[in-house]
């Protein structure tokens, strides 16, 4: 219930006092290490969300993770392992980054393809979203032989399948939902 | 399947493979946060509505139910079963629906108005219907004045329904609650073959496969299942399936309300929909109220039974009605109808529980059902004393109006110097007689399982009640007596049937019931 409110207002936090110190950047980066951490590792969650742990211990161990942190990303651990509250800091990553993208005027695309995709090509495709959004954009690329052909492309919220993988599964579906067969 | 030959089979699905569309387009994407106990957390849909349908990347559907500052909550309607945190889920841009037409006439479906009985897809024109739809607005109604027939002898003469009531059907486990639904679902076979059909859809929330297999085997025994829709999600469909059943059967309901038709709807019961609907509330995180359940189960069953209502004659106004789906456009006709009957299980007799209340006070009367006088041999066991029926009263036809108009009077009495009588043994002459007719009375209201009866014998019978001419056949041939003067009348009267059935009566009518009873009476009178 109350749990989209307090990462929404904790990230806020960390945003406006990071802006102030300007260190924007930093944060944001540290940010990135701990959505990516948090997702690869459940270890971590389990520790966050451990009743049974000290907070002290928390503190020790999140400090000791993150130890390549700015001083106010590791401030902010601490303000958050005090407040018991730990447990939303993926979240609270996550709101934070939404809020940088939207200061910076960034959109983040990323494009998935059967093969991989030239360099080339991604930054001519990069250009022609940045004129198209009039954004910066923020470019991420994976190979993924699923797809058997052509892309994927998820700009913000909304995603582009231009797959064969994606055609095959309409056509299945046309055919499943016709009344003739 | 067999006549078609092979090369034919290629050329259908030629054609159907040239006409789809492959062409990519762009979609709203989220990401699941997190999965569990039938619901999902989504991260991004930003735009997403309240009540919009989405798929999960493993085509699982869903329908959002919470929007919050950061995420979006999400019940599953199917198994979460390879579903995982990262996963994407799309819009599907549309508010739960059900597609809705006469082909599902006859057949056992799911919440999604997928059919489950195994007799192929549904055939027809399908309409979009949607499954939350606001009730009709008063300009659109019209006071119930038309007749719902239970054929049950008890109901149709002191609790009558009308076309467009809802009723509600309380009593404990095991007192007869479906058997009257399912008898009045029966009953509607006379207008369906008179060519002035009554729609009926049974709406089974969290019973048991077999039950609802029982059911659609009875209805399709007695000839019911051509006119009748049943929906089907049994307890081990997912929470959210159950609760949303009754929208279904609403939203089936409203078309047949909409274009003219006259529709029955039965959801049984409402009680195990309220305890899906706190599953799904609190697994939510919504605050949980009295017994558990989440503030707004009142405002789920009062908008659902809001959907029963009478439509106004006038096509013309009705075709202004608000929130008509855009399928439904320019197809609303006036003068239709959608009745429901919920049926609420209570827990040894307590109507003081949280959902009867609610209920209770939401529906214009109620049939109660005692287990003590189930059990006592009197079924339906009825208890006239305390069921009402707020609205039905204008709608019963004039020779029952007439005739029965004493009846539930008499009935109290009797009841009252019932309970007296068993003090003492010395009774004057008129208490005397008032216990005989009233015990009599009993018998005569006493029926059988799928066994409806018709108005105009039904008329014919209560008229013998009140007017005492039972007085002398013994308790035990009442049953026999009913069927000589039903055969009699039917032999020898027919024209007066027919204008019973009509609901005219007078003194010819009258006097020929009197001369056969006292007739078929003699017979049984012990000297």
């Known amino acids: 219930m109350n749990s989209n409110t307090i990462s929404v207002r904790y990230a806020r936090a960390l945003f406006a006092s990071a802006k102030e110190q300007n260190?924007?950047?930093?944060?944001?980066?540290?940010?990135?290490?701990?959505?990516?951490?948090?997702?690869?590792?459940?270890?971590?969650?389990?520790?966050?969300?451990?009743p049974v742990t000290k907070p002290s211990v928390k503190i020790k161990a999140l400090t000791g993770v993150f130890s390549d942190s700015h001083m106010l990303t590791k401030r902010f651990l601490e303000l958050l392992t005090t407040n018991k509250r730990e447990s939303w800091l993926p979240l609270i990553a996550r709101n934070f980054i939404s809020f940088y993208k939207k200061e910076k005027n960034i959109v983040s695309v990323s494009i998935s393809s059967a093969i991989p995709m030239p360099e080339s090509m991604q930054s001519q495709l990069k250009s022609k979203l940045k004129a198209d959004l009039k954004s910066e954009v923020e470019m991420e690329s994976d190979t993924d032989e699923s797809l058997i052909g052509g892309f994927v492309i998820t700009i913000e919220n909304q995603m582009l399948d231009a797959s064969v993988k994606g055609q095959l599964k309409k056509i299945r579906y046309e055919f499943l939902n016709s009344k003739s067969i | 399947?067999?006549?078609?030959?092979?090369?034919?089979?290629?050329?259908?699905?030629?054609?159907?493979?040239?006409?789809?569309?492959?062409?990519?387009?762009?979609?709203?994407?989220?990401?699941?946060?997190?999965?569990?106990?039938?619901?999902?957390?989504?991260?991004?849909?930003?735009?997403?509505?309240?009540?919009?349908?989405?798929?999960?990347?493993?085509?699982v559907k869903g329908i959002v139910l919470n929007l919050e500052e950061d995420n979006v909550g999400a019940v599953l309607l199917g198994p979460a079963v390879g579903l995982r945190e990262g996963d994407s889920v799309k819009r599907l841009r549309k508010i739960s629906s059900i597609r809705v037409g006469k082909g599902l006439l006859g057949r056992v479906i799911n919440t999604l108005g997928e059919p489950i009985d195994g007799k192929g897809p549904v055939e027809g024109e399908l309409l979009e219907?949607?499954?939350?739809?606001?009730?009709?607005?008063?300009?659109?109604?019209?006071?119930?004045?038309?007749?719902?027939?239970?054929?049950?002898k008890a109901i149709d003469s002191m609790i009558p329904i009308g076309r467009g009531q809802r009723e509600l059907i309380i009593g404990d486990r095991q007192t007869g609650k479906t058997a009257i639904a399912i008898d009045t679902i029966i009953n509607q076979k006379e207008a369906f073959e008179r060519g002035k059909p009554v729609y009926c859809i049974y709406v089974a929330i969290?019973?048991?496969?077999?039950?609802?297999?029982?059911?659609?085997?009875?209805?399709?025994?007695?000839?019911?299942?051509?006119?009748?829709?049943?929906?089907?999600?049994?307890?081990?469909?997912?929470?959210?399936?159950?609760?949303?059943?009754?929208?279904?059967?609403?939203?089936?309901?409203?078309?047949?309300?909409?274009?003219?038709?006259?529709?029955?709807?039965?959801?049984?019961?409402?009680?195990?929909?309220?305890?899906?609907?706190?599953?799904?509330?609190?697994?939510?995180?919504?605050?949980?109220?009295?017994?558990?359940?989440?503030?707004?189960?009142?405002?789920?069953?009062?908008?659902?039974?809001?959907?029963?209502?009478?439509?106004?004659?006038?096509d013309q106004i009705a075709s202004q009605m608000n929130d008509i789906p855009e399928s439904l456009k320019g197809r609303v006709k006036g003068g239709g109808s959608l009745t429901a009957l919920p049926i609420i299980e209570t827990q040894d007799g307590d109507v003081s529980a949280y959902i009867p209340t609610n209920v209770i006070s939401i529906t214009d009367g109620q049939i109660f059902l005692e287990s003590g006088l189930f059990n006592s041999g009197v079924r339906p066991a009825i208890n006239v004393g305390i069921s009402v029926s707020r609205v039905g009263g204008n709608a019963q036809i004039k020779a029952m109006k007439k005739v029965a108009g004493t009846l539930k009077i008499d009935m109290a009495q009797y009841r009252a110097l019932e309970a007296f009588s068993k003090f003492g043994s010395d009774l004057d002459a008129f208490t005397k007689q008032t216990l005989e007719k009233g015990a009599r009375n009993v018998e005569l209201l006493k029926q059988n399982q799928f066994a409806p009866v018709t108005v105009a014998h039904q008329i014919v019978l209560l008229y013998c009640g009140t007017k005492g001419l039972l007085k002398d056949v013994p308790l035990t041939k009442v049953v026999d007596f009913e069927q000589q003067v039903i055969d009699y009348m039917e032999l020898k009267h027919k024209a007066a049937v027919d204008s019973l059935s009509q609901g005219k009566i007078d003194g010819e009518i009258e006097k020929i019931i009197e001369s056969i009873a006292s007739e078929v009476g003699k017979r049984f009178k012990i000297n």
Do not use: C, W
């Open chain 2, 129 to 152: 219907m949607p499954l939350e739809r606001k009730a009709p607005g008063v300009l659109y109604r019209q006071p119930v004045n038309e007749p719902l027939q239970t054929g049950i």
């Open chain 2, 206 to 314: 969290g019973q048991k496969g077999s039950t609802i297999a029982n059911i659609a085997k009875t209805l399709e025994r007695y000839g019911a299942m051509q006119y009748t829709i049943i929906i089907s999600s049994t307890a081990a469909e997912p929470a959210a399936l159950q609760f949303y059943a009754p929208m279904a059967g609403a939203a089936i309901g409203e078309f047949f309300r909409d274009t003219g038709n006259h529709a029955l709807v039965v959801y049984d019961d409402l009680s195990k929909q309220a305890v899906s609907y706190r599953e799904v509330s609190l697994l939510l995180r919504r605050p949980p109220g009295r017994e558990a359940y989440p503030g707004d189960i009142f405002y789920l069953h009062s908008r659902l039974l809001e959907r029963a209502a009478k439509i106004i004659a006038s």
């Open chain 2, 1 to 59: 399947m067999s006549g078609i030959k092979p090369s034919e089979v290629s050329k259908i699905l030629k054609q159907q493979l040239e006409g789809i569309k492959t062409e990519s387009q762009l979609e709203e994407v989220g990401t699941v946060l997190q999965v569990g106990d039938g619901i999902a957390r989504i991260y991004g849909l930003q735009n997403v509505q309240a009540n919009e349908m989405i798929e999960f990347q493993n085509g």
């Open chain 1, 23 to 50: 260190v924007l950047d930093s944060v944001r980066k540290d940010m990135d290490t701990i959505l990516a951490v948090s997702t690869e590792s459940p270890e971590l969650g389990k520790l966050l969300n451990s």
